[in-house]
């Protein structure tokens, strides 16, 4: 089993939609949630980072964390063309500085 | 802009080179990473430095060599390389201490090896 586990997609959503990535994970000692950006070619890039249970919300993106179901989500609100990505989701690895990542969901945001 | 820089953007070796990549981190960062992400692949991990001392050594071979210097640079030395290594190779940095987790990203050096 992996440790992150995401659905790999392709994802696609209208223009203007809301576009719900999910992430699953592991290792209950996990504390800390990343989600993260990469555009094809490019760097990942930091969205939301969630430590509590509920929702955390940063302008479009809200994300969700529920550490009794092991899983954490995010929301993109009024989808534009330019969120179309792939979207990482990382955990951290309890008693260390490494994280756990996931395979990524690629997301297309349909103009 | 991370504060994450990463030299060169691109490279171009043959297999019998020697090359190194650099990163170096402009946020006071303790903690560094070196990954490596092939096409269509999840990010792997390659080493991770704290303090300037190697705490993660995941299985590299040894034709890929870490340098570690200070806390603000990290170096990847590359000598042999085969094809398969072709890939995005990218630097990471964090606090290094706990609940400062949160790594950010080089832009990545992009890797072709003939």
């Known amino acids: 089993q992996k440790e992150v586990e995401q659905n790999s997609g392709p994802l696609s959503v209208p223009e203007g939609a809301i576009a719900s990535l999910n992430c699953t994970y592991s290792d209950r000692g996990s504390q800390s949630f990343f989600w993260y950006r990469q555009y094809s070619g490019k760097s990942p890039e930091l969205i939301m980072s969630i430590y509590s249970n509920g929702d955390k919300e940063d302008g479009r993106f809200t994300a969700q964390l529920n550490k009794a179901s092991q899983y954490v989500s995010l929301l993109i609100r009024d989808s534009q063309p330019s969120d179309s990505a792939t979207y990482l989701c990382?955990?951290?690895?309890?008693?260390?500085?490494?994280?756990?990542f996931g395979t990524g969901t690629s997301l297309t945001v349909i103009p | 802009e991370t504060g994450v820089t990463q030299t060169p953007r691109h490279l171009v070796m043959g297999m019998t080179n020697k090359k190194s990549l650099k990163c170096e981190q402009h946020?006071?960062?303790?903690?560094m990473y070196w990954y490596k992400q092939s096409a269509k692949k999840p990010l792997e991990l390659m080493f991770v430095?704290?303090?300037?001392?190697?705490?993660e050594n995941n299985s590299v071979p040894s034709r890929f060599s870490p340098e570690c210097p200070n806390s603000s640079h990290l170096f990847l030395h590359l000598h042999t390389l085969q094809p398969e290594d072709s890939a995005l190779y990218l630097c990471?940095?964090?606090?290094?201490?706990?609940?400062?987790?949160?790594?950010?990203f080089g832009p990545g050096t992009r890797l072709l090896v003939l």
């Open positions: 430095y704290n303090f300037k001392e190697q705490t």
């Open positions: 990382a955990a951290d690895v309890p008693m260390g500085n490494q994280f756990y």
């Open positions: 946020l006071g960062h303790n903690a």
């Open positions: 990471a940095s964090s606090q290094g201490t706990e609940g400062e987790e949160t790594q950010y």
